[in-house]
């Protein structure tokens, strides 16, 4: 379904490899258009941007990059994985860019264009700069601005003191990230989830560490110790363009989105250094971040917090981490299980744990819900699932305002509830209604903001998903069309639905999939 073109740069001279196709599924059947998508890729600086026609009133710019924070690939170890190099990046980048050196720059200008701001966020595996603006000539024009800064910030020595971290005059640590850390480090869930991460993604015998368990914000002791230089060289490092991706979506047309992504284009050839060609550079970043690192298997041998598989009448030698927090109120607690889950790839088993937990916790009448809350004599307040799908990701159980009391009996109800729907208390009727909610919900969602639909499947293939020219694990060479289908199949969710559905007479495949994935984890 996809069509491969190319079109030379206005401004770069450079022959773009375009794919197009029509639009996501899930975003509707009415936009006809064969070239609802267009991906772009250059294949000078390997830069990529893609362009999506939804018919939002709202244009929205995300800038997208992979970051990995592994403490320096191939054993180099020139960083901590907890200097939080991402996140004070992310913060220097709207300090200045080599162009525009001034802070405050790019909200100044977005002001005029009706945008509601700049923005960004940094994530366990990426870090992502965004902006909206009412139509699209706003960010059009802005988005070589936007880049500009982040792939030529200044990083200047005075921006990163009082920016990241410096000690006042009372002999006081200070700095804008620094008091962000202080504010999250020592916070409840923030310690459950750093430890949960600790032991689900532990370091390789080697030694080498795993970007997943990082504090990618940065820890404070580490911050007191981070230098400007190490920022530097993270971001020469990963702020590359064949690490770039720059996405447009809203009522725009390609042709204009086209121009401004070729300015980008143009800018990195005439900024480009021989310092910044890939053989040259002083870090051993090689590949892409992610898939090209190994994620060392969990330890499972004599390791507190480290369950082994549940077996019903067996003695379990299990014992669970604890972690204890200032707090004013000592009688509560928070409990995290987590489980390593599949591979990326699998798409559908990941889409039907999420249903599957949603089917065990959502709503009062859900079976943990019964067990833990609902009832005359609850033992906590709340519980809720989480997850990441990473190359290999992990879902996660929380038990919120638990009665310190009665910590010990969370984990072996727990285990009893599901070993109960194992083994015959499964309701395919709550399944089915569990599917009917997330597909209308899913429906609703992508009306009013298509963008907000979309935009996880994008960056999850981004930084996952096959590429042109790479090879496949059958050894055959990756196409266009197949990193276009690929692309589809990580933003459309409604076959997976479909399938899911096909599975309502069985109550064995869902039962499988908790053995499988939760009781023998
Ligand atoms: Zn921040």
């Known amino acids: 379904m996809a069509t491969v073109s190319t079109e030379v740069g ?42 999506v026609k939804t018919d939002e009133p709202i244009c929205s710019l995300h800038i997208l990059l992979s970051t990995e924070s592994n403490g320096g690939g191939n054993g180099s170890r020139w960083h901590h994985p907890d200097d939080g190099l991402p996140h004070t990046l992310e913060h220097l980048v709207f300090l200045g860019s080599q162009t525009h050196p001034h802070k405050g720059i790019l909200d100044k200008l977005a002001n005029r264009c009706m945008a509601d701001g700049t923005n960004a966020w940094t994530a366990t595996d ?7 603006t009412a139509g699209s000539e706003g960010a059009i024009n802005l988005m070589p601005i936007f880049a500009d800064h982040v792939l030529f910030p200044t990083l200047t020595d005075s921006g990163f003191v009082t920016e990241i971290h410096h000690i006042n005059g009372k002999g006081e640590n200070k700095g804008v990230v620094y008091c962000e ?34 504090e990618t914000g940065g820890k404070m002791s580490n911050l ?14 990963y702020y590359t363009p064949d690490n770039t991706i720059l996405i447009l979506t809203g009522n725009v047309e390609s042709a204009d989105f086209f121009k401004a992504l070729d300015e980008v284009e143009a800018l990195i050839l005439k900024r480009q250094q021989p310092s910044m060609k890939v053989e040259d550079r002083s870090g051993p970043r090689v590949g892409r971040p992610w898939t090209n690192s190994l994620v060392p298997p969990m330890i499972v041998e004599n390791k507190v917090g480290v369950y082994p598989p549940y077996k019903p009448n067996e003695e379990w030698k299990a014992q669970p ?87 010990e009996e969370i984990v072996p109800l ?37 963008t907000r639909a979309i935009i996880d499947g994008i960056c999850r293939n981004f930084m996952y998903g096959p590429r042109a020219g790479e090879q496949s694990t059958g050894g055959s060479v990756i196409s266009p069309q197949d990193e276009m289908a690929a692309l589809h199949s990580d933003v459309d969710v409604l ?27």
Request: aromatic residues 10%; negative net charge; charged residues 25%.
């Open 495 to 521: 076959p997976l639905l479909d399938e899911a559905e096909g599975k309502l007479e069985d109550a064995s495949y869902w039962q499988g999939l908790m053995k499988e994935f939760i009781l023998d984890r």
């Open 321 to 407: 981490l604890s972690i204890s927090f200032p707090s004013e109120d000592e009688s509560r607690g928070t409990i995290s299980l987590a489980w390593r889950g599949p591979p990326y790839s699998t798409r559908a088993t990941w889409n039907h744990l999420t249903l599957l937990w949603d089917y065990l916790t959502e709503s009062a009448a859900s079976p943990l819900q019964l067990a833990f809350v609902e009832n005359d004599d609850p033992l906590c307040a709340d519980i809720g699932p989480a997850s990441d799908v990473f190359t290999e990701g992990y879902h996660q159980l929380w038990f919120q305002e638990v009665d310190v009391e009665s910590m």
């Open 10 to 51: 206005p401004q770069s001279s450079t022959e773009w490899i375009v794919t197009s196709s029509p639009l996501f599924s899930i975003l509707g059947t009415e936009n006809k258009s064969t070239d609802a998508i267009k991906s772009y890729r250059s294949p000078k600086t390997s830069l990529r941007g893609l362009v």
């Open 224 to 237: 007191r110790t981070l230098t400007v230089d190490k920022v530097r060289r993270y971001h020469e490092e």
């Open 414 to 450: 727990f285990y009893d509830e599901i070993s109960k729907q194992i083994n015959g208390d499964f309701d395919l009727a709550r399944m089915s209604t569990v599917i009917r909610r997330y597909r209308r919900r899913l429906l609703e969602g992508s009306e009013r903001r298509p």
């Open 181 to 214: 850390m202080q504010g999250r480090e020592n916070g409840e869930g923030s310690l459950v989830d750093r430890a949960a991460m600790d032991l689900l993604y532990p370091p390789a015998s080697n030694g080498e560490t795993s970007g997943y368990s990082a």
């Open 126 to 132: 990426h870090t992502a700069y965004t902006l909206s």
